[in-house]
């Protein structure tokens, strides 16, 4: 538990005050370890790599900034974000060092024709080759088709609004349907449409998809296939409430306000013959001020 982090074995109490700090890294690593022990469902990777494409594949075009990536005529009138492209085959083009490397042609709903120079070889493309810019749409109709009317519990308040797109302040740790899985944007290709169950409320997340080599924001980073409540049965039903809508009260323990805020940025250890105080600190000026595992004050 998070008691991990302030084991003070060892430490000879002078009557003086000194600080220990604990890293954010070191707090990332006993958080994940917590992360580790609960139930996941890692998605399915999505393997289609650039010689099996076939003519006619569509990819969603994320930003105009297409036009500084492709070669085309009259780049400087491109405005191609949130539309769709299509692939229309590849040519082969000699490199500086005289490989015949592979130039990737599409064309846009006008027939207007954009070349994409990889600089690879036909035997140098992996599963995880993408052209920057652009989401594939295989892979977004992919991760659908596993998620599409999955009932899971979703594990972050940061919501997106599906009108305007703005990050908004939800719930989490309540159960959601998964509604629709849509292209996103340049950073995380997946827009992942829910609804709360208890409630009604429709909202997205931004999500990575499924070859994605870091994890802060896969499947298994945002959700869970079970009510994570059940983990923590010493949790009282109101107190649970409040961490499902982040809410801090004077008296909560250690894990319960990591629940409800997340893990700090940084841990401050203020060890005397009085008791251990310690200082969370979060991004933004925000802070936790515990007396022997108690919140005593907090600025959120």
């Avoid at 469902?41 to 969603?60: C, E, H, N, R």
């Avoid at 899971?152 to 740790?173: A, H, N, S």
């Avoid at 896969?218 to 107190?239: G, Q, V």
């Amino acid at each position: 538990m998070i008691s991990l982090l302030v084991s003070m074995a060892g430490c000879m109490f002078t009557g003086v005050e000194s600080t220990q700090r604990v890293s954010e890294k070191e707090v990332q690593r006993t958080m994940g370890e917590l992360e580790r022990r609960q139930p996941t469902m890692t998605l399915q990777p999505f393997l289609d790599s650039v010689p099996a494409w076939q003519q006619g594949k569509q990819f969603f075009v994320t930003d105009n900034q297409l036009r500084l990536v492709m070669f085309t005529t009259a780049p400087d009138t491109v405005q191609l974000a949130g539309q769709l492209i299509t692939y229309d085959g590849y040519d082969q083009g000699s490199v500086l060092d005289n490989r015949d490397a592979l130039n990737l042609r599409f064309r846009d709903r006008d027939g207007k024709t954009y070349v994409y120079r990889t600089g690879k070889t036909i035997d140098q493309f992996s599963a995880k080759y993408s052209v920057p810019l652009l989401i594939d749409m295989d892979m977004v109709a992919d991760v659908d088709r596993q998620l599409r009317n999955k009932e899971v519990w979703i594990k972050t308040p940061i919501w997106y609004d599906l009108g305007t797109e703005e990050m908004q302040r939800g719930r989490q740790f309540i159960r959601v349907r998964i509604d629709a899985v849509e292209p996103g944007n340049k950073v995380l290709p997946l827009k992942v449409k829910f609804t709360a169950l208890d409630s009604g409320e429709r909202a997205f997340l931004w999500m990575s998809d499924p070859n994605a080599t870091m994890h802060n924001r896969d499947f298994d980073s945002l959700f869970s296939l079970r009510d994570l409540h059940e983990n923590y049965p010493e949790i009282s039903d109101a107190t649970w409430q409040l961490i499902v809508r982040g809410e801090l009260v004077e008296g909560m323990n250690k894990e319960e306000c990591r629940l409800a805020m997340g893990a700090p940025k940084r841990i401050n250890q203020l060890p005397n013959q009085a008791g251990l105080r310690e200082y969370w600190y979060y991004d933004g000026g925000k802070y936790l001020f515990f007396v022997d595992g108690l919140l005593s004050q907090f600025r959120k």
